[in-house]
């Protein structure tokens, strides 16, 4: 064991003089140490994977802060341990939000009204069908299929004001028509 | 990417010189010495420095802010660096400076009272304190902070605390050099509180300002 220190110890303190072979041994070894060390701490290979990367960049980087002649494994294991802790409080952190996405959807569902979302919509349809082929397609392709009114215009041959136009104004009728429906309700 | 391609670019690209934390500390005690030295010439020593270093008290305040401020800075430095981060006797090394700051604070504090009770009223002031916690905060404070970042700190906020502790430790340590200001309530309202809440901003602030 000791003798693997002093030769993490030589191999960084050659990297250090440039040796690139030395550079690339020692991160070999380092890797195979941070396998043990996150496999025993972290239970999904891609996980262990994606973070044994960000280890060794943070090795490479803070690599000018290593002391020729101290040992290299508290050196090295403090950046991992300081990196594991971030890992897992940026973790913990998504868990939350996802919960918390989680639950807004579950109380969403529970109160989703289907009668009443089933009736408008019923409504909308109807007053869809009480508009013009022509203004009914432009809704139809601006307003429920996301077209642009340049897109819009492009498809049906109007210009893109006269397709605005015509837009707003079939909006306009449906919601006098939804009004209409509502007083009469 | 695969990790081993990973491993095989970081080979590929130059050494990086060693630094070590005591040089830092070496260049940062001589910066904040100049600009002491710069302090005292621009504004001129208080005028009755010989006589109050005549008292106890004065003297041992000085002397455990200076105290104060050095242990931080050293420590700061010392516990940014990934060898020392995980070891034990260092974290409690680190609370020494705070000791020796409070310490100061309460001897001040006691024998103030003790050989002048009058010095509890507020006597008029001026804006030169703020100036000069600016001045250390910006140009001591934010080389340490920035010098600091580049030794890849692994204990973040209590680096951060330490080097503000240091910076205004030695703005208060100049304050008692060049502003002729004996009040104790001067001290506690414009010397110490801001001291505390500079510290506690740098540590709430040490993950980001240190961010590597």
């Given at each position: 064991m000791d003798q693997n220190k002093a030769t993490l110890s030589e191999l960084m303190a050659k990297a250090q003089q440039g040796d690139g072979v030395a550079y690339k041994d020692l991160l070999g070894q380092c890797r195979l140490m941070l396998f043990a060390l996150l496999c025993s701490r972290l239970h999904n290979d891609a996980q262990v994977e994606d973070l044994i990367q960000e280890i060794l960049i943070s090795l490479h980087k803070a690599r000018h802060t290593y002391q020729p002649g101290r040992p290299f494994q508290p050196w090295l294991f403090g950046i991992a341990n300081f990196r594991l802790k971030d890992h897992f409080r940026k973790h913990y952190k998504r868990l939350d939000l996802e919960q918390a996405f989680a639950t807004s959807i579950e109380e969403e569902k529970h109160n989703f009204d289907v009668t009443f979302w089933a009736s408008k919509s019923e409504e909308l349809a109807e007053a869809l069908d009480g508009l013009p082929p022509k203004q009914r397609q432009l809704v139809q392709l601006?307003?429920?299929?996301?077209?642009t009114a340049v897109e819009v215009a492009g498809q049906t041959g109007m210009t893109p004001t006269a397709v605005k136009v015509s837009v707003h104004r079939s909006v306009k009728q449906i919601k006098q028509t939804f009004k209409g429906t509502g007083e009469n309700h | 990417m695969k990790t081993t391609d990973l491993i095989e670019s970081l080979a590929l690209q130059p050494a990086a010189v060693p630094r070590s934390p005591w040089g830092l500390v070496l260049v940062a005690m001589g910066l904040t010495g100049l600009l002491l030295f710069g302090l005292g010439s621009v504004y001129g020593y208080r005028p009755e420095l010989w006589d109050r270093m005549g008292e106890p008290w004065f003297g041992l305040n000085l002397g455990l802010l200076l105290l104060s401020a050095m242990a931080s800075l050293v420590v700061s430095c010392l516990i940014a660096v990934p060898h020392f981060s995980l070891t034990q006797r260092l974290r409690l090394f680190a609370l020494l400076p705070f000791v020796l700051w409070s310490v100061s604070l309460a001897v001040s504090l006691v024998l103030t009272l003790a050989t002048n009770?009058?010095?509890i009223r507020p006597e008029p002031w001026d804006l030169f304190c703020v100036q000069n916690f600016m001045v250390f905060l910006l140009l001591p404070g934010a080389f340490f902070l920035f010098q600091i970042r580049k030794l890849a700190p692994t204990q973040p906020r209590w680096s951060s605390g330490l080097a503000v502790l240091a910076a205004t430790s030695m703005g208060n340590f100049s304050l008692l050099l060049l502003e002729q200001q004996n009040s104790i309530f001067h001290q506690i309202v414009c010397h110490w509180s801001p001291t505390m809440m500079f510290v506690l901003l740098g540590f709430c602030c040490g993950k980001k300002m240190l961010r590597w």
């Amino acid at each position: 064991m000791d003798q693997n220190k002093a030769t993490l110890s030589e191999l960084m303190a050659k990297a250090q003089q440039g040796d690139g072979v030395a550079y690339k041994d020692l991160l070999g070894q380092c890797r195979l140490m941070l396998f043990a060390l996150l496999c025993s701490r972290l239970h999904n290979d891609a996980q262990v994977e994606d973070l044994i990367q960000e280890i060794l960049i943070s090795l490479h980087k803070a690599r000018h802060t290593y002391q020729p002649g101290r040992p290299f494994q508290p050196w090295l294991f403090g950046i991992a341990n300081f990196r594991l802790k971030d890992h897992f409080r940026k973790h913990y952190k998504r868990l939350d939000l996802e919960q918390a996405f989680a639950t807004s959807i579950e109380e969403e569902k529970h109160n989703f009204d289907v009668t009443f979302w089933a009736s408008k919509s019923e409504e909308l349809a109807e007053a869809l069908d009480g508009l013009p082929p022509k203004q009914r397609q432009l809704v139809q392709l601006m307003k429920i299929e996301g077209y642009t009114a340049v897109e819009v215009a492009g498809q049906t041959g109007m210009t893109p004001t006269a397709v605005k136009v015509s837009v707003h104004r079939s909006v306009k009728q449906i919601k006098q028509t939804f009004k209409g429906t509502g007083e009469n309700h | 990417m695969k990790t081993t391609d990973l491993i095989e670019s970081l080979a590929l690209q130059p050494a990086a010189v060693p630094r070590s934390p005591w040089g830092l500390v070496l260049v940062a005690m001589g910066l904040t010495g100049l600009l002491l030295f710069g302090l005292g010439s621009v504004y001129g020593y208080r005028p009755e420095l010989w006589d109050r270093m005549g008292e106890p008290w004065f003297g041992l305040n000085l002397g455990l802010l200076l105290l104060s401020a050095m242990a931080s800075l050293v420590v700061s430095c010392l516990i940014a660096v990934p060898h020392f981060s995980l070891t034990q006797r260092l974290r409690l090394f680190a609370l020494l400076p705070f000791v020796l700051w409070s310490v100061s604070l309460a001897v001040s504090l006691v024998l103030t009272l003790a050989t002048n009770p009058e010095s509890i009223r507020p006597e008029p002031w001026d804006l030169f304190c703020v100036q000069n916690f600016m001045v250390f905060l910006l140009l001591p404070g934010a080389f340490f902070l920035f010098q600091i970042r580049k030794l890849a700190p692994t204990q973040p906020r209590w680096s951060s605390g330490l080097a503000v502790l240091a910076a205004t430790s030695m703005g208060n340590f100049s304050l008692l050099l060049l502003e002729q200001q004996n009040s104790i309530f001067h001290q506690i309202v414009c010397h110490w509180s801001p001291t505390m809440m500079f510290v506690l901003l740098g540590f709430c602030c040490g993950k980001k300002m240190l961010r590597w």
